[in-house]
């Protein structure tokens, strides 16, 4: 009887391995992108989310939740943080970093989650989760700090490089914002409608934009190639609803502090995919940089006993 729970264990480690893996490849296929309007990738990309989410949603019985004005006007506030401003900075930074480095920006979001839950919650912070922030800040620090390869002989970093740097940054940020506010209405509705319905918040925001900034062309689709339309679909259908379903399904099954470490191999796998199917060049700085925020990462997940409500958030939206 002891080797059931053991072999659905190891199931689960398998979907959460590869839920990593896919949103590593998000930042592939966001720079695969880069010739597309920023809010135009992204417009595409949560509308086939919008779409995969509610299918999810149809076929696995769980339908529709009706929700109270407050929780509408919520959901509608975590579609702008987390949804509509997070695309927004991640396919504009995309457009003048390369992926790897983008990645490993990103990655700041569990250790800059702990910061605000004990700022705003005063949530514990162990000595683990303390040395787990300095290493990411400090392998951030060094990516970033690394430049761009071609001006690392000696010259200036381009003012690009850091324009997109800082862009990802907004990312970071977006995120920590959309966990601060989702605290209370997750607990209400549950993450998988939460995020949902975020989603579509998000998307009906990012097509009125698009809209009205002029790129919203549904004709220029066909002019897509084939490599950019592959992208549109990972990016909408694996990295956002199959991943998110997966990996709702490994917290629930062990647990918030086990499924959380896997967050590690997310910069891991888009530093190796943007190496190579990219052919980014990896600098000693990007390499050291990125050894030190995996090292991070799970230092600082490595926690006692039960996760809070924070922390569950937290670890539920590390992703693109």
Request: glycine share 10%.
């Amino acid at each position: 009887m002891a080797m059931i729970p053991a072999a659905r264990d190891v199931s689960v480690y398998v979907k959460l391995a590869l839920v990593a893996v896919a949103w590593g490849g998000t930042f592939i296929a966001g720079r695969s992108l880069a010739g597309v309007a920023p809010m135009f990738s992204a417009c595409l990309r949560f509308v086939l989310a919008s779409a995969a989410l509610s299918l999810f949603l149809l076929l696995s019985g769980k339908g529709f939740r009706r929700i109270s004005v407050r929780q509408a006007l919520v959901v509608t506030l975590l579609g702008f943080c987390g949804i509509f401003s997070y695309s927004f900075f991640f396919f504009s930074g995309l457009q003048y970093i390369s992926a790897s480095r983008a990645a490993l920006i990103v990655a700041l979001n569990p250790a800059v989650m702990t910061l605000i839950a004990y700022l705003f919650y005063r949530e514990q912070v162990t000595a683990l989760k303390v040395l787990g922030i300095v290493l990411c800040f400090c392998g951030v620090a060094l990516v970033v700090g690394g430049g761009d390869p071609q001006g690392a002989a000696g010259g200036p970093v381009p003012v690009h490089t850091w324009l997109g740097e800082a862009l990802i940054g907004g990312c970071v940020l977006s995120w920590s914002a959309y966990s601060v506010f989702c605290k209370t209405v997750v607990r209400q509705l549950g993450p998988l409608h939460t995020v949902t319905y975020s989603i579509y918040a998000g998307t009906v925001m990012l097509v009125l934009y698009a809209a009205a900034s002029g790129v919203l062309h549904m004709d220029a689709v066909w002019c897509f190639s084939m490599a950019e339309i592959a992208s549109l679909f990972y990016l909408g259908v694996i990295g956002s609803a199959v991943a998110y379903i997966w990996y709702y399904e490994g917290i629930k099954q062990i647990g918030v502090a086990r499924a959380s470490v896997f967050i590690a191999i997310n910069p891991l796998s888009a530093v190796i995919f943007g190496a190579a199917l990219l052919g980014e060049q990896l600098t000693l700085a990007t390499l050291l940089g990125g050894v030190l925020i995996i090292s991070g990462i799970v230092v600082e997940n490595r926690k006692s006993g039960g996760a809070t409500v924070q922390e569950t958030q937290s670890a539920i939206h590390q992703h693109d």
